[in-house]
């Protein structure tokens, strides 16, 4: 596991580019991130008209597209996901979201296909 480097707090900016950690977080967003961050980052996927600046660097792109794909993972995934939903009333949202994001338009592709995001 790598540490932090030197950037502000994710809780407010979000997860930072050029930070191995932040890396490792936006790789698996259901794995090692706190409550508040996931839930931040769960919020911006559902509700994405009221967060403008969505995404506010690649490694926040790359965990939105991770969190998307986790919408149809494996259970643990899916469980941890409706707990977030569900504990943060973002229910309403979440189903608008699936319904127009998921179910119609699928889970392929990038999220934000403009981001200049690249897999490693
Ligand atoms: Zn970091």
């Given at each position: 596991?790598?540490?932090?480097s030197?950037?502000?707090?994710t809780?407010e900016?979000?997860?930072?580019?050029?930070?191995?950690?932040c890396?490792e977080?936006?790789?698996?967003?259901?794995?090692g991130?706190?409550?508040?961050n996931?839930?931040n980052l769960?919020?911006?996927?559902?509700r994405?008209?009221?967060?403008?600046?969505?995404?506010r660097s690649?490694n926040?792109?790359?965990?939105?597209d991770?969190?998307?794909?986790?919408?149809?993972?494996?259970?643990?995934?899916?469980y941890?996901?409706?707990?977030?939903?569900q504990?943060?009333?973002?229910l309403?949202?979440?189903?608008?979201?699936?319904k127009?994001?998921?179910?119609?338009?699928?889970?392929?592709?990038?999220?934000y296909?403009?981001?200049g995001?690249e897999?490693r």
């Open positions: 596991m790598s540490s932090h030197l950037h502000p707090d809780h900016a979000g997860l930072a580019d050029s930070c191995d950690r890396r977080h936006a790789e698996e967003p259901l794995l991130l706190d409550e508040t996931l839930t769960v919020a911006r996927l559902v994405r008209e009221d967060y403008p600046d969505t995404p690649l926040e792109a790359l965990a939105l991770n969190l998307r794909q986790a919408v149809e993972g494996n259970d643990k995934a899916r941890r996901l409706r707990t977030i939903i504990d943060h009333k973002l309403v949202d979440f189903d608008r979201w699936y127009r994001e998921v179910r119609i338009l699928g889970l392929g592709g990038s999220a296909p403009h981001s995001l897999r």
